[in-house]
């Protein structure tokens, strides 16, 4: 059981790392207008939250529970603007949960 504790610990310190880097390529990637390094370096900080996540103990379904009601409630408080200026929060939350036909 050790080792278990021990690799899950590893891991979680190297998913973290990589967030990390990831955080640091979408400024890079915003500073050089490098519209391929930008889209990759998000697709990694969604990919590495959802591992994080998994590795943390939770399901990937709970994160997406939580990120829901996140959106939800920066969509009621209008954070920084978004949703007031470009309807932002409201597209991600029609993204998130899908209108069924």
Known sequence: M???IVKSSKAI????VELLKAQWLVQ???LSASQEQLLDSMAGLVGLSYL?????????SRLDRVLFNKMSRWQREDFLSLETEWGDL???LGYLVPEED
């Open 2 to 4: 050790n080792i278990d």
């Open 13 to 16: 310190e190297e998913l973290k």
């Open 28 to 30: 890079q990637g915003t």
């Open 52 to 60: 994080l996540t998994r590795r943390l103990g939770f399901d990937y």
């Open 90 to 92: 409201s597209l991600l």
